[in-house]
């Protein structure tokens, strides 16, 4: 029996999900409806799908969905729109916020204009370098700079996981890649245990990044935050830019301000913007 669902179409610099607040609403299948409502053709259309639960441990919850239907770990844009959402909506009128995500609980610290979120600061956590836990398949204490075979050509390459894996590609000519051609093949290779996400990165300046990004379960975004994130500290460890310094990222969809610090984390600095409300039959 069908039935109607309220939900509100959010984006992060262009990084767009539709976002269901199961505070009132109950989702039985999130997997099928990530699909669904993800086509642009078809359904709403977005980059997947998250759902805002309540949370035991934080004061909301999120859940990530690709629009191919897998659940992801992270999402930095999505998260600045989970705090966005639940501070505008009364859900957590609090300036200093938690969200529990499956990748651990992340502060973010919110800048308030109107009544509204406005800008918001995520701590992302520490950046992990192991092999091992990112995943890849190897068995080395990093994988930064290292020369790897993608159909047929070679790639200095750079993983880091901010709570999803990431390969960044230091490289030049960006905007002439055919992402839609090559990312598959880095999505899918075989050092990647769990897939990855690919950023392609050109350095304009020891301050500012520029960056295209073809995420698995979800091929070119026109922004990953995470993957701004995983991108910064690769500059660093590669020796473009420098730790405590603030970081520009231009993504398609905007740009991201980043900075790596001494104690291994994160901070991510950008806004997140309401779309529409509406509803969908399920």
Not at 105 to 119: N, P, R
Not at 161 to 186: C, R
Not at 196 to 215: A, P, Q, S
Request: proline content about 3%; aromatic content about 8%.
């Amino acid at each position: 029996m069908s039935r109607k669902l309220k939900f509100t179409k959010m984006h992060g610099t262009g990084n767009d999900y539709v976002y269901v607040n199961c505070f009132e609403e109950t989702v039985d299948n999130p997997e099928e409806l990530a699909v669904r409502v993800s086509d642009r053709h078809f359904g709403i259309g977005s980059d997947g799908l998250i759902l805002i639960t309540p949370s035991d441990v934080a004061d909301v919850r999120m859940r990530m969905y690709n629009l191919d239907g897998s659940e992801g770990m992270m999402c930095g844009n999505g998260i600045r729109c989970v705090a966005k959402y639940a501070y505008d909506r009364g859900i957590a009128k609090k300036q200093t916020m938690t969200v529990e995500t499956k990748s651990g609980i992340k502060t973010l610290e919110i800048t308030d204009k109107d009544g509204k979120a406005d800008y918001i600061a995520v701590n992302m956590g520490e950046a992990i370098l192991k092999p091992s836990l990112i995943p890849v398949n190897d068995d080395g204490d990093d994988f930064i700079a290292r020369d790897v075979e993608v159909n047929g050509q070679m790639y200095k390459m750079t993983c880091v996981s901010m709570g999803n894996p990431h390969a960044v590609i230091f490289t030049t000519g960006i905007d002439e890649l055919d992402l839609d051609k090559i990312g598959p093949y880095f999505e899918n290779h075989p050092l990647f245990p769990e897939r990855v996400n690919t950023e392609f990165i050109e350095v304009i300046d020891d301050h500012t990044l520029k960056m295209r990004v073809y995420e698995r379960g979800s091929g070119e975004t026109l922004s990953c935050g995470t993957g701004t994130c995983a991108t910064v500290v690769a500059a660093v460890l590669n020796g473009y830019c420098k730790k405590n310094e603030e970081i520009t990222v231009q993504i398609r969809g905007g740009e991201l301000k980043n900075t790596y610090l001494d104690d291994g984390s994160v901070i991510m600095r950008g806004t997140g913007t309401f779309v529409f409300d509406g509803e969908i039959e399920v």
